[in-house]
């Protein structure tokens, strides 16, 4: 059958399996990457709904999420041949679907072994959990407006823009997450057009790959044409996080269905996480409501399992504090090690070496383990 042929070429695009959970052969496949919005909301509700699923982390650095094994995949749940992909419109920093268009080559990807299934869109997918197995229900009758309103609040969220060019008046963003951000476009356009060059792409992913690419080079003339798009995603950024903090107001908390946890918690945990990796802050500096709810959602143990100790996840020096309060020294210590290692990989020496005297000053062990860093990078450079 042709869905047991193509989810067997997806498996093999990728190396790195494991299975969550104790049933060893599971019912979902998730394919994901460790540090990505749609990837950890769904990620959440697979772990939230205790549903056992085989893990497949995609390497997003080599762009491993564009073999066409894995693009036939999305292909097939992609249903309708006339769907409006990516590439058709000018970019605005969200990676919503109905904004922006359907993205044939992005993350995540859940395959339903039981029903023969393919789900490609991160909120149908929450969505297709939550109905296949409420447990607990996500989408309360009480409330289901409101959480059908703050995930479309979530999904509208620029966050794509934010990794890509950050906030041209105030970039929080870690050093190295702007070293590799800059020329991220290049580097993927140029991994498009040797799958678009290579003679072995079956003929019918090709229009696919051609829509991701138009996709790509619009946020590339955004990027360096258009700063004022970027103000003015914050801008729109600051009106969502505003009406999320009068919706918590009214409904009391400590959720914002009050008493009731519901996918809205979901989405919103994993949004505000990303802000506070790039060193947002000052988004709600005076949102009293989003501050308190922020650290109480931020501090569910199953979604931070999910999320940020979630082996993979992108260090910050702005999830130190959250690390060692929610996890423990020794991942908030792996944390801070972490910056150092990839301040050295994204810009060198430069960035590398004042990230290493700082995290040399905090005390003997990192004293010792920069010392460790320096005869590392000494030895190989």
């Known amino acids: ?48 709904e205790n549903v056992d699923f085989a893990a497949y982390d995609v390497v997003l650095r080599s762009q491993e999420n564009y073999r066409p094994g894995y693009v036939a995949l999305r292909a097939l749940g992609m249903g309708r041949e006339d769907r409006e992909l990516v590439g058709g419109h000018a970019w605005t920093g969200s990676t919503s679907s109905q904004e922006m268009g359907f ?43 409101m959480v059908e309103k703050h995930m479309e609040l979530v999904d509208r969220t620029p966050h794509a823009g934010l990794l890509y060019g950050g906030d041209p ?18 580097r993927q356009c140029k991994t498009l057009k040797f799958w678009l060059n290579n003679k072995n792409l079956p003929e019918e992913l090709r229009h696919l790959y051609e829509a991701k690419l138009k996709k790509f080079q619009s ?38 269905c009050g008493n009731h946890f519901t996918m809205a918690d979901i989405a ?26 922020l650290s109480h959602v931020l501090s569910h143990p199953v979604l931070k399992s999910a999320t940020y100790t979630w082996p993979g996840y992108i260090p910050s020096p702005h999830l130190t504090s959250l690390l060692y309060q929610e996890a423990g020294m020794i991942l908030s210590e792996r944390n801070r090690l972490m910056v150092v ?11 590398g070496l004042p990230e290493l005297v700082k995290y040399a000053g905090r005390g003997s062990v990192g004293m010792l383990l920069a010392v460790l860093i320096g005869m590392m990078v000494w030895a190989t450079g």
């Open 341 to 351: 290692m990839m301040s050295f990989l994204e810009g060198g020496v430069f960035m």
């Open 219 to 256: 946020v590339s003339h955004t990027l360096t044409n258009d700063q004022n798009l970027l103000r003015s995603s914050i801008r729109g950024t600051k009106d969502i996080l505003a009406e999320l903090n009068k919706d918590l107001m009214k409904s009391g908390g400590p959720w914002i």
């Open 268 to 293: 919103w945990h994993v949004s505000l996480l990303r802000f506070l990796t790039f060193g947002c802050g000052y988004l709600w500096e005076d949102l009293p409501q989003v501050q308190s709810y």
């Open 103 to 145: 993205d044939p080559l992005a993350l995540p990807t859940l395959v339903d072994n039981l029903k023969k299934r393919v789900i490609v869109d991160s909120m149908q997918i929450m969505e297709y959990v939550d109905q296949e197995i409420p447990n607990p229900p996500l989408y309360p009758e009480t409330c289901k407006e």
């Open 169 to 186: 008046d105030n970039d929080t963003r870690p050093g190295f997450v702007k070293a590799f951000a800059n020329g991220l476009c290049e």
């Open 1 to 48: 059958m042709e869905f047991e042929k193509v989810v067997s070429k997806a498996r093999e695009s990728f190396k790195s399996k494991s299975i969550i959970g104790k049933n060893p052969a599971p019912r979902f496949e998730s394919y994901h990457a460790p540090f990505s919005i749609c990837s950890e909301k769904v990620r959440c509700v697979l772990l939230i």
